[in-house]
């Protein structure tokens, strides 16, 4: 069955800026897999950040954006804050279900 | 307000079965895909099923293809997972969402805990 792979850990310092990647074990991320990113916290449901490789969430702060780079979908936060302190999961639409990538757990320190 | 709320998690032993069910409300059950998304204790989410507006395509995981069947009411606005041949693996919060047209999840209910042990 297809992975899609996401970094395990990230750390990013306040303010600074960090981009998460999703992949295919196979292939590349295109436009097509309608990549599409989530923001957990413990204990709490999913919040959905970002769909259709670079929408906004209706919401969601503009310091998230969202790419293709290179043969990868990317999630990049600028100016991190505090309170992102989170897990972050891409999910990527195969056709006849979706698939979520192992999650990013990211640090802001 | 668009509203999921799951029911139907417990305690169940290994081999046996539950039965989920999510209630919708808020927005046109009927016009939507929805999906089961799970969550084991510490682990990341995983997609379990999904199933089409009319119920005519359901999509599951590999690993719960020949156990677990989803289906719907739409008449009910209702959404429902049977597990059956449950394995400790299946512990985990499952989580009801639905499917926005661009094929993300665009509202999550709050989740219903299984704990599959002896």
């Known amino acids: 069955q297809t992975v899609v792979t996401q970094e395990p850990s990230f750390s990013v310092s306040p303010g600074g800026t960090v981009t998460l990647t999703c992949g295919l074990s196979?292939?590349?991320?295109?436009?097509?897999?309608?990549p599409s990113w989530y923001q957990q916290t413990p204990g709490q449901a999913p919040r959905t950040l970002i769909y259709s490789t670079n929408t906004r969430s209706s919401g969601v702060p503009d310091r998230f954006s969202g790419s293709i780079l290179g043969n990868k979908a990317a999630l990049t936060i600028t100016g991190a804050q505090a309170d992102d302190e989170s897990d972050y999961y891409c999910v990527l639409y195969m056709g006849s279900g979706m698939v979520f990538g192992g999650g990013t757990k990211l640090t802001v320190l | 307000e668009v509203q999921l709320v799951e029911s139907g998690g417990g305690l169940v032993q290994p081999g046996g079965s539950l039965r989920l069910s999510c209630a919708a409300s808020?927005?046109?059950?009927?016009?939507?895909?929805m999906s089961w998304v799970r969550q084991a204790p510490g682990k990341g989410l995983e997609w379990v099923a999904n199933?089409?507006?009319?119920?005519?395509?359901?999509y599951y995981v590999d690993s719960v293809k020949g156990r677990f069947t989803i289906s719907r009411d739409n008449a009910k606005n209702s959404l429902y997972l049977q597990m059956n041949s449950l394995r400790a693996e299946d512990t985990a919060v499952y989580y009801c969402?639905?499917?926005?047209?661009?094929?993300?999840?665009?509202?999550w209910g709050q989740g219903t805990l299984v704990t599959v042990s002896s």
């Open positions: 196979s292939g590349s991320v295109s436009t097509s897999y309608y």
């Open positions: 808020g927005f046109t059950f009927s016009s939507y895909w």
């Open positions: 969402a639905r499917e926005d047209w661009n094929h993300y999840f665009d509202y």
């Open positions: 199933i089409k507006q009319d119920g005519s395509e359901k």
